[in-house]
């Protein structure tokens, strides 16, 4: 009961803070970022329907989302470079070429990871393996 209270609450609160942006127009202005919004609250509600109701599909369904996820939160990574440093196009560009090779190796190593022959107890911990550093590469990204 817990756990269903506070996935709907996450979905108000995502909710709000888009009509938010549409209301001051940030969305016009940070589009990848409140397009990934978008994208968290249609997750959720196909998350938490399948949860309820096939839950024998929820991982695959989990997966596939995550990973798509993954993807548009990486833009939004490129979009705050892209806004925080418009002021400078020399900085920008080569942060920007910079992010996009980091981003590369990441998603290379990842899949040379996944491609890897491995044990069959290891398995189910690749996808979260990947998972973790792409995360660790957008925190770094946007901490630096």
């Given amino acids: 009961m817990l756990g269903q209270l506070i996935w709907w ?4 609160l995502e909710m709000a803070l888009l009509a938010r942006g549409l209301q001051n127009r940030l969305a016009f202005r940070l589009p990848v970022f409140y397009s990934y919004i978008a994208f968290v609250i249609f997750q959720d509600l ?16 989990f ?5 798509l996820g993954l993807a548009i939160g990486s833009l939004v990574v490129f979009e ?23 981003f590369l190796v990441a998603l290379v190593k990842g899949d040379l990871t996944l491609r890897a022959r491995r044990p069959a107890g290891k398995r189910p911990r690749l996808p979260r393996k990947f998972e973790r550093v792409l995360r660790v590469v957008q925190a770094a990204a946007i901490l630096h």
Avoid: C, H
């Fill in 9 to 12: 609450s996450s979905i108000a």
């Fill in 46 to 61: 196909v998350r938490l329907s399948t949860f309820q109701w096939k839950y024998d599909l929820y991982k695959r369904v």
């Fill in 63 to 67: 997966w596939s989302t995550e990973f």
């Fill in 80 to 102: 705050i470079y892209k806004v925080s440093l418009a002021a400078y196009p020399g900085a920008a560009r080569m942060a920007r070429n910079a992010l996009a090779v980091v």
